[in-house]
C-alpha cells in the first residue's frame, strides 16, 4: 500500500511522553484522506489528544481518532 504522508509528533508531545521521536505513515487509502483532511481542521489539543493515544496505545493515528471518537463522540 502506498503513503500519503506521514505526521510528525510535535517536540512538545515528544517531551511529554518521553520519545525520542515518532513518525505516523498515512496510507493513500480513501480513509487515510479522510483522516488528512480531519487534521488540517483539527484544533491542536485534539491533534495532541489523537497523537497521544496513538503512542500509548502503540496503534496508528486513524485507529486512536476512530476510538475518541467512539468513546466521546460529543466533543468531536
Known amino acids: 500500500m502506498s503513503k500519503l504522508c506521514?505526521?510528525?509528533m510535535p517536540p512538545e508531545i515528544r517531551q511529554d511522553l518521553?520519545?525520542?521521536?515518532s513518525n505516523y505513515d498515512l496510507p493513500n487509502t480513501p480513509e487515510?484522506?479522510?483522516f488528512s483532511l480531519w487534521w488540517d481542521r483539527a484544533l491542536g489539543?485534539?491533534?495532541r489528544a489523537v497523537l497521544r493515544?496513538?503512542?500509548e496505545d502503540d496503534i496508528s493515528v486513524?485507529?486512536?481518532l476512530s476510538?475518541?471518537?467512539?468513546s466521546i463522540p460529543?466533543?468531536?
Open 18 to 21: 518521553l520519545v525520542k521521536e
Open 62 to 64: 486513524m485507529e486512536a
Open 45 to 47: 489539543h485534539e491533534k
Open 6 to 8: 506521514s505526521l510528525h
Open 32 to 34: 487515510g484522506i479522510k
Open 74 to 76: 460529543e466533543l468531536w
Open 53 to 55: 493515544l496513538a503512542h
Open 67 to 70: 476510538k475518541i471518537e467512539k
